[in-house]
């Protein structure tokens, strides 16, 4: 007995001095992986869609070759980001779609994450249908003839209904309230995953079946399945305040980049550079049809986009 | 009385003669309790669907001690002196790995694995290790692979002095044993993915948070062997240490220890292997390495990337094994300790010669790149495979058959069921199978499913892993008999199921869901793929163990093959059977699970939801009622003898 108490006494006293004594701080924790052999390091989050990918890509390749950091970066969903952001688990959020619960949290009220700008791309969710699809039936684009096709649209797990194809749980989304409120003949099939969903597309498309789908630009795929958006109800500010009784279209958002707001301090070069990284919409679009459809690494991706254009992300380096 | 004749029919029918009797016995007496309780139920809260009345609503206090545990993580004492510091002590030892292996280079890594392998399991398995260490450089994954390596060497250690300890507690003491069991059972049927949200609420996204989910997984094995190790000690040798007037301690140290030495073995393999499937479904919350890869290749759709990612886990899980395995065979042959201070210098010479020349990390120009061909492959099976194949269908037409004739139907019939009904048949089966205890466990897990309300999507849930479960027996116990007749076979079959028992899931997900479309069915499917090849393997073994003396004895009565099988080799194996079932029942439900991810709806979907969205309510309460299926499943197919190991 005595010996496993002694032992229990020597590893938790090896712990107090490994940690140093008194509180220790949750919110200052960096990943064990940074900072390595002392490399600079910057963390940065990444979420699921491509073109998340593509602004890291991009950010992540200057960020070595240009400034000499080293850059881990960690795949995580939207809302669970924002936490890893407060702790400092990850030092920047380089495209967020609006959370407003979140920022009124960290931003306003813990100060533990300061904006940092926008991204220059514009973001719009919507309901599409396959061009080729539109072309034979134009008045399907509007969402008071949708049930006129809901039985062309019927998968075995819709139900009898329309399918109405949504994705991955994370993303900001009204279709169950909005098929609801608008009375119409479809279900939502989640398919759990942009990976899932977009897979499924490209079948569909293949195919020339018909679909309809949640979707959002600016997004790669439009590039090889062209989709034409349906027309919803149109957006007035507020008309989506109360998520149960939303019965019209998604705003067009300006995506936004968020810092831990230490790293925004003390992150010198680095976070000066996320500061100014700003793009438009065909600029990410390019690098992620690379990603995505030739198959390049993020990293060819993104050599390539730099090669080609200078001119844009020389602005970006603190020295400029 | 739907009741009555549901739960005396159908499971009659399953069992064999001798155990009728008592099996009457046992159903009367539940016909007699549904006589009493249904017309009751039914009067006070009519039929079908779980009664609202009975059930506790979450989503309050689970959304506020969501909320209290962001607000209060940066100042409460119980984060800032407790959970804090776990969470630093885990990220410095994991750095401190990591830095260490970084430190020593892809060289120095590479001999010190070979050389550990060689010294403890013979030069074949330290050339296969080298090699499987210079592939996962080949594959470009190195500094992946290194941070994985560092997670798992955490957590694999952190487990085993978990396990170790607790099983040692259960090893010496009767109470602590008994006390200890329910908690391991349920600690081992638990699908990790539905835990990951608490401990995540907790450390946040990142690598404690991981390693802390791990520890949960791998821990039981650890614990269970090292008590089973302590409790089979050979009673002689005891009594013969203890005459020799040794102390308690000494009893245990000198005797007691080295005689469970292979069991401890055993449990260290189990704890490896466990913790490394666990590697990637960490991912989803932010563990790195290797997992993060995988994750990562799958949300751009790029299968080929996912498997360069997944290969160095299966290469690592392969040669893990392999050389513990090997170390629990070769244990008690006389060894010398010189060699391994050869082995050291070697590893050493090896790792500061990598260092002067400079080339500790992998050479990028060494890299090989195999997403394009591999996607390449995969686009065109996808291609040709999902519609319009001549005669059979397409994989597309497959999956919409399968959820029409046979999801849709199961599901819609299980939530058409009254509640009562569905209890009484948990009831009926766990006792015919196993004792009152696990019947009584069973039928208060799914009562519990109930009082959460999650009724409807448990019993879709449960469908899907009926549907896979049958599918998985079917061409599992094939496959088994025909390992069981042909060595030849089951040879070339060895690596296959390897690879597929080992393969994370995440990386055949984008495949299934391009041959059979966003739904359920892909969610089977995967399913099936994973519970396969531990359902394999039983089967042949069990069949492999029946007695040559009465197969002897039913060839020299004339009995055909056929005969054989049927008449001898299955009734004899059958405790074997039972326990593929089992473990078919518990895998299939894990994978089905994160099945969510691919459109498989239900409790899986909503844990999915509950992670990306950090909505506690949802994620939670469908955590726990997966944690309740699984117990319910458990118990319902539990042979008596527990089985030792999952998913080996």
Redesign the interface.
Known sequence: MR?RTTSAVAGASA??L??GCG?????K?????AN??GARTVTLS?Q???GA?SNVAVAQYLLEHEMGYRV??????????W??LS?G??DAILEDWGHPDQEK?YVEDKKTIAPGGSLGVTGHIGWYVPTYFARQHPDVTNWKNLDKYADRLR???S?GKGQL?DG???YVTNDKALVNNLKLNYQV????????????M??FA??RKPFLTYWYSPQWLFEKVPMTEVKLPAYQEGCDADAAKVACAYPHTPLRKYLNADFAKTGGEAAAFLKKFKWTTADQNEVSLM??ND?L?PEEAAKKWVEHHASTWRAWLPSA | MAAVTTSTSVPRTVLPRRLRHPAVGKLLLLAVVAAVFVPLADARWGDGSWPHALTVDLTGPLGRAGDWI?DN??SHPL???F???V??????S??AV??LL??AGWAGVTAVAALVAWRAAGVRTAVGTGVAFLACGLLGMWVPTM?TL?VMVVAVLASVVLGALLGLAAGLSDRTHRALRPVLDTMQVLPAFAYLLPV?LV??????AAVLATVVYAAPPMARLTALGLRDADEGVLEAVASLGATA?QRLLTARLPLARKELLLGLNQTIMMALSMAVIA?V??A?GLG?RV??A?????V??ALAAGIPIVLLAVVLDRVTAAAGERLGEARTSTPWVYAAITAVTVAVAGRLVGRLDWPDAWVVHI??PV?RVVDWM??HL??GVPYIGGT?DW??RF??WVL?PLRDGLQWLPWWSVLLTVAALAWLIGTWRTALTAVLAMAAIGVLGAWKPSLDTLSQVLAAVAVTLVLGFATGIAAARSERFERLLRPVLDVFQTMPQFVY??PV??LF??????AVAAAVVYALPAVVRITTQGLRAVDPAALEAARSLGATPAQQLRQVQIPLARPALLLAVNQGVVLVLAVVII???????AL??DV??G????DLATGLVAGAAIVCLGLMLDRVTQPTRRSVKKGA
């Open positions: 010996v712990l107090l490994l940690t509180a220790a701080d949750m919110t924790q960096a990943s064990p992986f390595a052999r990444v699921s869609w491509v990918q881990d970066t960690v795949q995580v969903d939207e809302v669970p980001a936490d890893a702790q688990r990850v949290r998968t075995p797990e139900g194809l991955s749980p994370s099939v989640f398919a759990g995953s942009e990976a899932a969903q977009i897979t499924q490209k079948q293949k195919e990603i995505a198959k690494t | 962001i993580r940066d984060f800032l002196y959970f804090g510091y969470s630093n002590a885990v990220v410095l994991v750095r990591y830095l970084l430190a941070q560092a995540v450390f946040g996204i990142g690598v404690p301690r991912s919350i932010g790195g993060d994750y990562q799958l949300a751009s759709v790029d080929g990337a997403a394009e996607n996808t291609g999902y519609s597309a999956a919409g959820t029409t849709d997900l984008i869901v391009a479309g966003v739904g359920r069915a892909p099945g969510g991810l691919v459109g498989g709806g899986g979907y999915v939801f992670l990306a969205q950090g």
